[in-house]
């Protein structure tokens, strides 16, 4: 079957810090990547995507490579801020058995970042 | 911008009354998804909608049922609320096909007491 393990949390960093996030899948088939963001009181946004192997996505300062020899999609920025407190989810998308439509996304367990300032 | 909108951003209820809770979007989306999130537990698929009046199972739908009538609207049904469903309600919407991410709702957060 499909699933993400994403490392356990929470994380708590000062401002300015490096952060890496870690996930690693496994799937039956060629997945796309995710990983969204849900601040505080908030539904889950797209953070960024990556659709085939060695694709980086990257958005406000965050970037993940799609590594399949290793099955991973590691969450990174470079420098922190207070405003990314949140928790992080990596997903994956997969076309499911019986075909046609049946694309859903898996998601890992999140992690929980907290930034002090 | 994509719009997910529900019906409740919180709601409380008795055990054994029967739940409605909405989701719209307005991006003329093929698919549309409910999920629970739980502490602990991240998200869980309950059920998914490919398209109008089309309904697939997720990963844990006892307890739950579907409607699915207009595409821009899917409906999640409680017929029987219990205290075990209390949760945070997710709705997504996407466009059909692999590499399309989902949008989600702001979320309802269910108390059934």
């Known amino acids: 079957g499909n699933s993400v393990t994403q490392m356990e949390g929470p994380v708590t960093l000062s401002e300015e810090a490096f952060l890496t996030i870690n996930c690693t899948y496994t799937?039956?088939?060629?997945?796309?990547l995710f990983w969204y963001v849900q601040y505080p009181g908030e539904g889950l946004q797209l953070l960024l995507k990556?659709?085939?192997?060695?694709d980086k996505g990257s958005n406000k300062g965050f970037e993940a490579t799609y590594r399949k020899e290793t099955t991973s999609f590691h969450l990174e920025k470079g420098s922190v801020q207070v405003s990314d407190s949140a928790v992080y989810f990596c997903?994956?998308?997969?076309?499911?058995?019986?075909?046609?439509?049946?694309?859903?996304?898996?998601f890992g367990k999140g992690t929980l970042l907290t930034v002090n300032p | 911008d994509v719009k997910v909108t529900q019906s409740s951003r919180y709601l409380v209820k008795r055990t054994g009354e029967k739940v409605f809770l909405e989701c719209v979007q307005d991006?003329?989306?093929?698919?549309m998804f409910w999920y629970r999130q739980d502490p602990g537990l991240g998200l869980r698929l309950i059920y998914f909608?490919?398209?109008?009046?089309?309904?697939e199972k997720g990963d844990i739908p006892e307890g739950y049922s579907v409607s699915r009538e207009k595409k821009e609207r899917f409906s999640l049904i409680l017929e029987s609320a219990s205290t075990n469903q209390t949760s945070m309600y997710l709705c997504?919407?996407?466009?059909?096909?692999?590499?399309?991410?989902?949008?989600f709702g702001p979320g309802t957060r269910l108390t059934v007491t």
């Open positions: 997504a919407s996407r466009r059909e096909g692999q590499s399309y991410e989902q949008y």
């Open positions: 799937a039956t088939g060629y997945p796309s």
């Open positions: 990556a659709t085939k192997a060695d």
């Open positions: 997903a994956l998308s997969v076309l499911g058995l019986g075909g046609g439509s049946n694309y859903k996304l898996t």
């Open positions: 991006m003329d989306h093929e698919n």
């Open positions: 909608s490919y398209d109008v009046k089309m309904k």
